[in-house]
Protein backbone atom coordinates (compact mmCIF):
# COMPACT_ATOMS: atom_id res chain seq x y z
CA UNK A 1 0.00 0.00 0.00
CA UNK A 2 1.52 3.08 -1.10
CA UNK A 3 1.65 6.16 1.90
CA UNK A 4 3.03 9.65 1.53
CA UNK A 5 2.83 11.17 4.93
CA UNK A 6 3.54 15.28 5.04
CA UNK A 7 4.77 17.09 7.99
CA UNK A 8 6.38 19.82 8.97
CA UNK A 9 3.23 22.85 8.49
CA UNK A 10 2.93 25.38 10.84
CA UNK A 11 1.79 29.12 11.68
CA UNK A 12 4.87 31.05 10.80
CA UNK A 13 5.04 34.58 10.40
CA UNK A 14 5.91 36.47 8.12
CA UNK A 15 9.95 35.81 6.71
CA UNK A 16 9.91 32.66 8.81
CA UNK A 17 10.80 29.61 7.23
CA UNK A 18 9.55 26.02 7.30
CA UNK A 19 10.94 22.73 6.66
CA UNK A 20 8.53 20.29 4.89
CA UNK A 21 8.63 16.63 4.64
CA UNK A 22 7.34 13.75 2.85
CA UNK A 23 7.39 10.53 4.12
CA UNK A 24 6.71 7.43 1.49
CA UNK A 25 6.09 3.89 1.95
CA UNK A 26 5.18 1.06 -0.48
CA UNK A 27 6.86 2.63 -3.38
CA UNK A 28 10.69 2.38 -4.53
CA UNK A 29 11.13 5.86 -4.04
CA UNK A 30 14.48 6.19 -5.74
CA UNK A 31 12.54 5.72 -8.86
CA UNK A 32 10.00 8.02 -8.50
CA UNK A 33 9.82 11.68 -9.57
CA UNK A 34 8.52 14.06 -6.78
CA UNK A 35 7.22 16.97 -6.44
CA UNK A 36 5.38 20.16 -3.79
CA UNK A 37 1.80 20.91 -4.68
CA UNK A 38 0.21 23.59 -3.04
CA UNK A 39 -4.00 24.49 -2.53
CA UNK A 40 -5.54 27.48 -0.85
CA UNK A 41 -8.58 27.82 0.15
CA UNK A 42 -10.98 27.78 -2.96
CA UNK A 43 -8.24 27.85 -5.52
CA UNK A 44 -6.87 24.96 -7.39
CA UNK A 45 -4.07 22.78 -6.89
CA UNK A 46 -0.56 24.36 -8.14
CA UNK A 47 2.89 23.26 -8.27
CA UNK A 48 5.35 24.77 -6.55
CA UNK A 49 8.32 22.18 -6.84
CA UNK A 50 9.50 19.19 -8.56
CA UNK A 51 12.26 16.83 -8.34
CA UNK A 52 13.31 14.05 -10.47
CA UNK A 53 15.02 10.57 -9.69
CA UNK A 54 18.24 11.63 -10.69
CA UNK A 55 18.22 14.97 -8.73
CA UNK A 56 16.85 17.61 -11.32
CA UNK A 57 15.30 20.24 -9.58
CA UNK A 58 12.48 22.65 -11.47
CA UNK A 59 10.29 25.60 -9.02
CA UNK A 60 7.26 27.96 -9.99
CA UNK A 61 8.03 31.42 -10.26
CA UNK A 62 7.04 32.23 -6.91
CA UNK A 63 9.08 29.57 -4.97
CA UNK A 64 12.60 30.77 -6.53
CA UNK A 65 14.88 32.21 -4.60
CA UNK A 66 12.97 31.05 -1.25
CA UNK A 67 12.01 27.65 -1.51
CA UNK A 68 14.32 24.44 -2.00
CA UNK A 69 13.21 20.95 -2.90
CA UNK A 70 15.42 17.73 -2.14
CA UNK A 71 14.87 13.98 -1.50
CA UNK A 72 16.96 11.55 0.79
CA UNK A 73 16.62 8.17 -1.01
CA UNK A 74 18.09 6.23 1.66
CA UNK A 75 15.32 7.72 3.65
CA UNK A 76 12.53 7.51 1.38
CA UNK A 77 11.96 11.36 2.57
CA UNK A 78 11.36 14.05 0.19
CA UNK A 79 11.55 17.70 1.57
CA UNK A 80 11.12 21.20 0.79
CA UNK A 81 12.94 23.96 2.55
CA UNK A 82 10.88 27.43 2.43
CA UNK A 83 12.55 30.82 3.45
CA UNK A 84 10.90 34.10 3.44
CA UNK A 85 7.21 33.32 3.71
CA UNK A 86 4.64 35.50 2.13
CA UNK A 87 0.93 35.56 3.61
CA UNK A 88 0.26 34.28 0.61
CA UNK A 89 2.12 31.02 0.66
CA UNK A 90 -0.64 29.97 3.06
CA UNK A 91 -1.75 26.82 2.13
CA UNK A 92 -2.20 23.02 2.53
CA UNK A 93 1.10 21.16 1.33
CA UNK A 94 1.27 18.18 -0.91
CA UNK A 95 3.42 15.95 -2.12
CA UNK A 96 3.04 13.97 -5.22
CA UNK A 97 4.74 11.07 -6.61
CA UNK A 98 4.95 9.88 -9.92
CA UNK A 99 6.11 6.94 -12.25
CA UNK A 100 4.87 5.42 -14.76
CA UNK A 101 1.91 8.12 -15.08
CA UNK A 102 0.83 6.96 -11.89
CA UNK A 103 0.52 10.15 -9.59
CA UNK A 104 -0.17 9.26 -5.89
CA UNK A 105 -0.91 12.02 -3.22
CA UNK A 106 -0.45 12.50 0.35
CA UNK A 107 -3.36 14.22 2.62
CA UNK A 108 -1.07 17.47 2.73
CA UNK A 109 -0.05 19.74 5.62
CA UNK A 110 -1.22 23.28 6.39
CA UNK A 111 1.27 26.13 6.32
CA UNK A 112 -0.25 29.27 7.46
CA UNK A 113 1.87 32.76 7.22
CA UNK A 114 0.53 35.01 9.42
CA UNK A 115 1.05 37.76 12.15
Known amino acids: QVRLVESGGDLVQPGGSLRLSCAAS????????MGWFRQAPGNERHLVAT???????NYADFAKGRFAISRDNSKNTLYMQMFSLKPEDTAVYYC?????????WGQGTQVTVSS
Open 96 to 104: DAVFGGNHY
Open 26 to 33: GIIFRIYD
Open 51 to 57: ITRDGST
